[in-house]
């Protein structure tokens, strides 16, 4: 007989609870054990450098959220095994040597790995709360006319008085629900063909993949184009004395 184990796992700010589930067959029934491993929280110093860094790089941001670590989260925190302090864990069964305390590491080691935002919770700094404080000082950089524009300040206004969530929470919140927008392409990732100019009157290029999504791009152009020949023209007969 195949002895199954399922592990399931509850992060918390400095513990790591594992549940193990073990089963022979359908008459032995279920095993259980219940693991606690206390786990190392970054200083606050260190919590205020990967919001500040956060802050500063929206795309890697995007990355942690899709489960990616930037490098230099890599090289700032300490590795998923030195975070579980495995001489203090303990198991419900009593036995301060029990195999289950091995069997939620591992697995937890596994999850850590591929799960950033799972770490930082352990680490100090969860989910909501990182968000919170990236889109928080996001949300107080923008400029009165910016809010208005995208429906924040007048949201603001009306709710001015009443109990609500910040700025920074609603956008944390909208980007747990997946309503903010995925980060357009990167700027090696754009491809553009640019024509040299040939004499008579001037053509113009395709700005499409570098302006996607935008409407009345060529007609924008052409405006500017227009516009920036009839100043140079009104400069060039100035200095003829035309």
């Known amino acids: 007989m195949t002895e199954m184990a399922e592990v399931i796992l509850d992060v918390r700010p400095g513990l790591l609870i594992g549940t193990v589930n073990r089963s022979l067959d359908e008459l032995s029934g279920m095993k259980k054990h219940e693991v606690n491993i206390p786990v190392e929280v970054c200083s606050p110093l260190i919590q205020q450098e990967i919001l500040i860094e956060l802050q500063n790089a929206a795309h890697d941001l995007y990355l942690l959220l899709k489960g990616e670590t930037p490098m230099w989260l890599v090289d700032l925190l300490p590795s998923s095994t030195d975070i579980m302090m495995m001489n203090e864990a303990t198991c419900h069964c009593g036995n301060p040597n029990c195999e289950e305390m091995i069997t939620v590491r591992k697995y937890a080691e596994q999850q850590l790995s591929a799960d950033p935002v799972m770490r930082l919770t352990l680490m100090g700094l969860p989910r909501k709360?990182?968000?919170s404080g990236v889109f928080g000082v996001w949300s107080a950089a923008i400029i009165p006319k910016a809010k208005e524009f995208a429906g924040v300040e007048a949201s603001l206004i009306e709710e001015k008085?009443?109990?609500g969530p910040s700025p920074g929470e609603?956008?944390?919140?909208?980007?747990?629900?997946g309503r903010l927008h995925e980060p357009g392409p990167l700027f090696r990732e754009v491809t553009l063909k640019l024509t040299p100019p040939e004499d008579g009157e001037n053509q113009l290029d395709d700005w499409t993949?570098?302006?996607?999504?935008?409407?009345g791009v060529q007609k924008a152009l052409k405006m500017i184009m227009k516009k920036t020949s009839d100043i140079s023209e009104k400069r060039r007969r100035q200095f003829i004395g035309e």
């Not at 609603?170 to 629900?177: I, K, M, R």
């Open 129 to 131: 709360e990182l968000l």
């Open 161 to 163: 008085g009443k109990s």
């Open 170 to 177: 609603w956008l944390a919140e909208a980007a747990e629900q």
């Open 209 to 215: 993949p570098l302006l996607k999504g935008s409407l």
